[in-house]
């Protein structure tokens, strides 16, 4: 017995939990996998891919968190597993929040022109602050137009 090490057995080293890091990497990187996924029509409307990713990282935190607790002497990660569990369920309600309510309360546009239509007449300044106006711009092949968010 080893007074020094609280009574404990010389020499024990507990194994690193591995699935409470990789669950852990795995929800951080489902929160901004929603990024690149929105590139896609099949995961922008519904973001299953990115729910499917923090299924996977609480699956494995939650198997992390088992081994930890259930097996202690054997497995690291109370502390840390429980601190990595909190924050993913923080970071899944904040993305279930922005995606399934906040950018359900924007406005569908209703008078914005299909794809293929004619766009309405108007004018804006360019880069040199003169007036241009899209008959301007229109040739007999058409025109593509693409805004770039200013200085508001």
Do not use: C, H
């Amino acid at each position: 017995m080893d007074l020094a090490n609280g009574g404990g057995k010389i020499g024990v080293n507990r194994k690193w939990n591995w699935p409470l890091w990789v669950g852990f990497v795995v929800a951080v990187g489902g929160l901004f996998s929603y990024q690149f996924f929105i590139q896609f029509p099949s995961t922008r409307d519904f973001p299953w891919a990115t729910l499917l990713l923090f299924g996977i990282g609480a699956t494995l935190l939650l198997v992390g968190l088992f081994r930890a607790f259930g097996r202690p002497q054997l497995y690291r990660g109370k502390v840390f597993g429980s601190i990595f569990l909190a924050i993913s369920v923080l970071l899944f309600a904040f993305f279930s929040y922005v995606t399934f309510y906040v950018l359900r309360q924007v406005p569908l546009s209703a008078q914005a022109p299909r794809v293929g239509e004619k766009g309405p007449e108007f004018a804006l300044p360019d880069q040199n602050g003169k007036s241009i106006a899209l008959a301007d711009l229109l040739s007999p092949n058409g025109a593509v137009l693409i805004f770039y968010r200013g200085y508001w």
